[in-house]
Structures are given as C-alpha cells and as structure tokens.
Nanobody, 119 residues
Framework: QVQVVESGGGLVQAGGSLRLACAAS????????MGWYRQVPDKQRELVAS???????NYADSVKGRFSISRDNAKNTVYLQMNSLKPEDTAVYYC?????????????WGQGTQVTVSS
C-alpha cells in the first residue's frame, strides 16, 4: 500500500515564500512522474508544476520564475518552493505521485494543504 503525505502550506503575506513537501512511502515503490496541482472553489484542479524522474520540469505560465519544483528520488519526495507569492496563488495544493509498486502502475494524491496569501 502506497501512502502519500503532504506537509507545508499555511498563511503568508504577499511577496513571501512557502515550501511544500510530499513524500510517498510503501514497500517496493519507485516514483516516476511527480507533480503539484492546486484548486480553488468552483474551479477545476490545475497543474502547477511537474517533474520527471530524470528531473525534467514543467510549469504553469502563472508560476514561472516564482515557483521551483524539485525531488529526492531516494526518499520518493517532491518539493515545491514558492517565492514572491501573490493573493491569486491562494488555493488548496495537492501533490500527485505516479510510479510502480509490486509491478503495478500507481497514481496517488496527497491529502491537500491550504496555502493562503494575504494582500
């Protein structure tokens, strides 16, 4: 059984920084693509950033130059460093980790963490 746990998030003033972390655990689990998404009420969940096992990255236009995604393959952990935060970054942030466990494809979501940016 693969479990995914998020940490970080909270309340910050505009211009501030936060760091999110998301760790996957489970026997015989190897993470592949990892990503961060966010969702606000009445809107679809949107991709914020993603990273492959080889560390190729992709960012939403709205966060380019401000957010940075990274990973620790040994720990099956993905991070999202968020700088120069804006009120419009306020959302619930979810991580998604894809990989293989006992030979089967796995896609797991974190529980979500609230990020609130005050103006």
């Amino acid at each position: 059984q693969v479990q995914v746990v998020e940490s970080g998030g909270g309340l910050v003033q505009a211009g501030g920084s936060l760091r999110l972390a998301c760790a996957a655990s489970g026997r015989m689990f190897s993470a592949d693509d990892m990503g961060w998404y966010r969702q606000v009420p009445d809107k679809q969940r949107e991709l914020v950033a993603s990273i492959t096992r080889g560390r190729s990255t992709n960012y939403a236009d709205s966060v380019k130059g401000r957010f940075s995604i990274s990973r620790d393959n040994a720990k099956n952990t993905v991070y999202l460093q968020m700088n120069s935060l804006k009120p419009e970054d306020t959302a619930v942030y979810y991580c998604n980790i894809q990989g293989i466990s006992w030979g089967a494809d796995v896609s797991k979501w974190g529980q979500g963490t609230q990020v609130t940016v005050s103006s």
